[in-house]
Nanobody, 123 residues
Framework: VQLQASGGGLVQAGGSLRLSCAASGRTISSYIMGWFRQAPGKEREFVAAISWNGGRIYYADFVKGRLTISRGNAKNTVYLQMNNLKSEDTAVYYC?????????????????WGQGTQVTVSS
């Protein structure tokens, strides 16, 4: 499974970005997919995850309604809509996928990873 993340960039505080992650190499329509982020000097942290059919969605506490995760109709793509961005959202954002069921909140819970896309929020 290969995951390709895109959509990052430079945005002013209060702005919006939409990240995308497309899977190839294998159908992962039954996989859970998630987003993590890693800021300079910090550990990678969980952002959000969505079950294979979108029926279960999980968010980190800091999301507070600003970020929305969704899946494409073909289930091989996951999106992260980010609104009202803050400087502390600056990080490399990674998408991940895993075939096992259940909530998955840590890096160890995911077998497949994308290369990351940089999000920089200027204040």
């Amino acid at each position: 499974v290969q995951l390709q993340a895109s959509g990052g960039g430079l945005v002013q505080a209060g702005g919006s970005l939409r990240l995308s992650c497309a899977a190839s190499g294998r159908t992962i329509s039954s996989y859970i997919m998630g987003w993590f982020r890693q800021a300079p000097g910090k550990e990678r942290e969980f952002v959000a995850a969505i079950s294979w059919n979108g029926g279960r969605i999980y968010y980190a506490d800091f999301v507070k309604g600003r970020l929305t995760i969704s899946r494409g109709n073909a289930k091989n793509t996951v999106y992260l809509q980010m609104n009202n961005l803050k400087s502390e959202d600056t990080a490399v954002y990674y998408c991940a996928a895993d075939p096992r069921s259940g909530a998955r909140y840590t890096s160890l819970d995911y077998n497949y990873w994308g290369q990351g896309t940089q999000v920089t929020v200027s204040s």
